[in-house]
């Protein structure tokens, strides 16, 4: 018998839900809305704060937790094909709350054969609230949604493997001090859609295009991000060559993952009257002595735009 008859054939032995079901309460909310099974239990010492599965029946979710539950119209989650695609996305909205930083986690699923994305919010707190749903998350081998439709039990089952890097989106929520409820809550009644931030690129990519621009606009000329250096052979041309050359260079677009593999648009060839030049940006602290180590900072970088001829290397 498949896994989902079994769900289905259990379902139809369980007592009647109670009104305060988690299941219920969440069959009532509108369709494309998620949540997840972990809630935060406090007792009376700190230490004994911990998060908890919060499973509405016994036998329901054993082995299958934590669960992430999504929404679906009636008769919609047997609607998709049997092999359902699911593709899983997460990461961390690090930002500011007054003068509090909030770290909140996110994760996303998109299954093939619907129009929703869903998101789930979690809060990891920053603290020392101990054990972290992150730290059950990170050593599952697979994610586990529960399809819901109008009803108070679940309709659907989804396996999905467990793709997901929890280290290091734990090791990035850690690098910011603890935060409080009301602080995560004002996060998230930000209203980030779930398209949003399915779209939102990773800081490492927000990084990498920051600098590509301000590197073009500094070889656009915008001087004030830095200066130009030419070597012996090009402060040797003619006036009117040097600006050709450099016009040449601002004009440059060919930047391929071969000749620029960090997308930094930092260096490049060009070729006039049958001599190659090439031109490349360094990055200089403030002081211009040492290496910058924060290249998408205009005030902390000082960039250098050398060109020299390619038999000059």
């Known amino acids: 018998m498949s896994r989902n008859k079994q769900l289905l054939s259990q379902q139809k032995q369980l007592p009647e839900t109670q009104k305060n079901d988690f299941f219920k309460v969440f069959s009532q909310s509108p369709i494309g809305t998620s949540s997840w099974n972990w809630v935060l239990t406090s007792h009376c010492s700190e230490k004994n704060q911990f998060f908890l599965p919060l499973c509405t029946t016994s036998g329901l979710t054993t082995?299958?937790?934590?669960?992430?539950?999504?929404?679906?119209?009636?008769?919609k989650s047997w609607n998709l094909e049997n092999s359902v695609k699911v593709a899983a996305k997460a990461g961390v909205f690090i930002t500011k709350v007054g003068s509090i930083s909030v770290a909140p986690l996110y994760v996303l699923f998109q299954l093939s054969g619907n129009d929703y994305i869903y998101q789930v919010w979690i809060n990891h707190y920053g603290g020392n609230i101990l054990p972290s749903p992150l730290d059950k998350l990170e050593k599952m081998p697979y994610l586990t949604l529960l399809l819901i439709e109008d009803k108070s039990q679940p309709e659907r089952l989804i396996k999905v493997n467990n793709q997901i890097d929890w280290s290091s989106l734990k090791a990035k929520i850690e690098s910011v001090g603890s935060w409080n409820l009301d602080a995560f809550n004002a996060v998230k009644s930000l209203g980030y859609s779930a398209q949003e931030?399915?779209?939102r690129t990773t800081e490492k990519q927000v990084r990498e295009t920051t600098i590509a621009k301000l590197n073009d606009r500094f070889r656009n000329g915008d001087k004030s991000l830095g200066e130009y250096?030419?070597?012996?052979?090009?402060?040797?041309?003619?006036?009117?060559k040097q600006k050709e050359l450099f016009k040449e260079i601002q004009d440059f677009s060919n930047f391929t993952p071969e000749n620029d593999p960090n997308g930094q648009h930092e260096m490049g060839q060009v070729i006039m009257n049958g001599v190659e030049y090439i031109w490349k940006i360094d990055y200089l602290d403030t002081s211009m002595i040492?290496?910058?180590?924060?290249?998408?900072?205009?005030?902390?970088?000082?960039?250098?735009?050398?060109?020299?001829?390619?038999d000059e290397c």
């Open 63 to 75: 082995d299958y937790e934590p669960l992430f539950l999504l929404k679906f119209s009636t008769g």
């Open 197 to 199: 931030l399915w779209d």
């Open 229 to 240: 250096r030419m070597s012996r052979q090009v402060l040797g041309l003619p006036r009117k």
């Open 290 to 310: 040492m290496l910058s180590d924060a290249p998408e900072d205009i005030n902390k970088t000082t960039r250098v735009l050398l060109v020299i001829r390619a």
